[in-house]
């Protein structure tokens, strides 16, 4: 990740911090934030948000207006454009099979920047967290199919496959001065290679009956999006409007419609249209031009009045946004929306369970609760450790500078969280209703139980504060 050179030859990094001693700025504009540190800000914020909606989704599910609750959700929303184009869903698989397809356009756009420049980049880079994720993919799965297979419930065999990026980076980052940076930042990666496995799963595994021709459609406007993108078209409203149409042949053709996103993210151009020398360049003169205006005495010393300074401060604007790639600005404007509206809604929508109507007994006995608490809090840790510890003994991977396999270790609780990933796939292994009950409840007591221990476990190891 991108950062200010602390060095002493660092001299842009020295001016602000000189500039920053002599005139605070940080109420007014901030600090200057690294890609890394606007994510770990954003992914610990969502996080929070998460935990308070999910805990009103189940106050609300387990009171007097549960019923309500519910059967709002279900009320159905149509878009009628004519005869032959009708679409009528309920509002909760609008939040699913909609909304959540802009979640998955985030992941895809992540997941697409971490492949290109980020810990995905390198295979010596990629190498810990792809093991770490590969077995916290198989152990879970497995530990499902112990209690289930053979039975009519095996097929949900991946709902403990996933992590919750915002849950688990969330609680991480709470331990952030206890524990080594680059011990977030191999949970990051392994949550991001986690979600590119989920998607695998859903995409092969949870697909239904298939409409040829619809996933004909699907093809040739993916193939249109490639040649937008080949073409150097950079402004995004081609993409979206694609992107939509894209969106109804997927979800005509019977795949999960949310796969979409990821198909659109991938064909989002990750180059910018000038490169830092040409914007460098630029942007000096632009500001000797904009020098040059202001010492002109006709001239009003103010934009409002000014045309000409108005149209060079707009195309200082014009070149700053030409230097970032569109996936860049996608990403950071999609961003908020997905952590602060689509996943809290998701969770109002999936999450509610009628808790005081639970047979807490039977659903410890119950084997998919069971299958999914196990996967998550059992199968996810020992996956997790021992993929690592197998790569690392074969020489394909080493653990990252500064950590331990003790800080690994609580990596590996704490990826044992696996909420929105995880809801999502429970609606589409199960077609009966008690069955994606029993899921989200054993999603629910897994997740807690991963992230106490989790928890518990790095606060334990972590060396104490001295007293002075």
């Not at 005139?23 to 308070?52: D, M």
């Not at 059967?71 to 909609?98: K, S, Y």
Request: one cysteine or more; glycine letters at 10%.
């Amino acid at each position: 990740m991108p950062e200010f050179d602390r060095s002493p030859g660092g001299h842009l990094y020295n001016a602000l911090m000189e500039s920053q001693k002599k005139y605070p700025l940080e109420p007014l504009f901030g600090r200057f934030l690294t890609p890394l540190e606007q994510f770990l800000r954003r992914t610990t914020a969502g996080g929070i948000v998460l935990v308070l909606t999910t805990i009103a989704a189940l106050v609300i599910a387990s009171g007097p207006a549960g019923g309500a609750f519910h059967h709002f959700w279900e009320l159905p929303l149509a878009i009628d454009l004519g005869d032959r184009i009708r679409m009528e869903l309920t509002l909760h698989q609008w939040v699913n099979d909609g909304l959540m397809a802009l979640f998955f356009l985030m992941v895809g756009l992540e997941l697409k920047r971490e492949i290109l420049v980020g810990e995905l980049s390198s295979l010596k880079d990629a190498a810990l967290p792809v093991a770490a994720a590969l077995g916290g993919m198989v152990a879970p799965a497995l530990a499902y199919a112990l209690f289930n297979g053979g039975t009519p419930t095996a097929s949900g065999w991946g709902i403990p496959m996933a992590t919750d990026i915002a849950f688990a980076i969330g609680i991480l980052v709470l331990l952030a001065s206890r524990i080594p940076r680059n011990l977030i930042i191999f949970l990051t990666a392994l949550a991001i290679a986690d979600d590119l496995g989920a998607v695998l799963v859903i995409a092969i595994f949870y697909t239904a009956d298939m409409n040829l021709h619809a996933l004909a459609a699907a093809g040739g406007l993916f193939a249109l999006l490639l040649l937008l993108n080949r073409g150097g078209i950079r402004h995004p409203l081609p993409y979206a409007a694609v992107g939509l149409l894209l969106w109804f042949a997927v979800h005509a053709s019977g795949v999960h419609a949310t796969l979409a996103g990821i198909l659109l993210a991938f064909v989002i151009p990750a180059r910018p249209a000038h490169t830092a020398g040409q914007f460098g360049q630029h942007i000096v003169e632009l500001q000797s031009a904009f020098r040059e205006n202001r010492l002109d005495a006709e001239a009003p010393d103010d934009p409002l009045g000014n045309r000409r300074m108005t149209a060079i401060a707009e195309a200082m604007e014009h070149s700053a946004a030409a230097v970032q790639s569109p996936l860049q600005r996608l990403e950071h404007g999609l961003a908020p929306w997905v952590t602060f509206f689509i996943i809290p809604v998701f969770a109002l929508s999936n999450a509610g369970i009628d808790l005081g109507g639970v047979a807490w007994g039977g659903a410890l006995a119950n084997s998919v609760t069971l299958g999914v608490l196990c996967g998550l809090a059992l199968g996810k840790f020992s996956g997790i450790s021992l993929f690592s510890w197998l790569a690392v003994r074969a020489g394909l991977a080493r653990l990252p500078s500064g950590v331990q396999w003790s800080h690994l270790l609580g990596a590996a609780w704490l990826a044992g969280i696996g909420f929105t990933m995880s809801l999502f796939i429970a609606q589409l292994a199960f077609t009966s209703a008690d069955a994606v009950e029993q899921a989200k409840l054993g999603i629910l007591m897994g997740s807690a139980l991963s992230a106490a221990l989790g928890l518990a476990w790095l606060v334990w190891i972590a060396p104490r504060p001295r007293r002075h």
